[in-house]
């Protein structure tokens, strides 16, 4: 009797709002958690692009996520953890991060979701959802290997998401 030996990845994306295209992908091994990628997917877009925000669940609320976004000039729209303490602020980002947790209690955080827009965050898992539609399971066996064939499916995606969004000005 053969045992495979199953390893899960995590497939970590950022996707641009306007053009729901993924602009940046990391893919790790299980044992890495979300909040540590956050800096390498914004490092893949380019330091000239503008970024105005950044829409990320709650196990983003870390010190070096939101001071990575504030470095790039964007918002965080990261819900605080449950418990959350205000932050010495000495940052930009720890200052962001508390003005975020003053609004949660001062709104509640039903109301913090529909002001800040976090429900954004929603297309992100659409798109995941999407992904996952193109195959759950990889089939290289290689790490390096892998990598190449998620950014096969990711521009397969943005190829569909490109021919599948209508233009809304006149073409010149």
Not at 50 to 70: F, K, L, N, Q
Request: aromatic share 4%; glycine share 6%.
């Amino acid at each position: 009797m053969a045992v495979r030996n199953i390893v899960w990845r995590k497939l970590h994306i950022a996707v641009d709002e306007g053009s729901l295209e993924i602009r940046a992908v990391e893919m790790t091994g299980n044992e890495i958690g979300d909040a540590p990628v956050l800096p390498m997917l914004l490092e893949q877009i380019p330091q000239d692009e503008d970024i105005a925000s950044v829409t990320a669940d709650g196990t983003y609320d870390t010190r070096r996520s939101h001071d990575t976004i504030a470095e790039r000039g964007a918002q965080g729209i990261i819900p605080p953890r449950k418990n959350a303490k205000t932050w010495c602020p000495t940052s930009a980002g720890a200052i962001a991060r508390n003005e975020t947790l003053r609004a949660c209690r001062h709104l509640g955080r039903a109301i913090w979701r529909r002001w800040s827009g976090y429900h954004r965050r929603s297309r992100v898992e659409t798109k995941m959802h999407r992904i996952k539609l193109l195959g759950q399971r990889l089939t290289a066996r290689d790490f390096d290997r892998q990598i190449t064939e998620v950014h096969v499916r990711i521009s397969v995606l943005n190829r569909f998401t490109a021919l599948g969004i209508p233009l809304t000005h006149p073409v010149a």
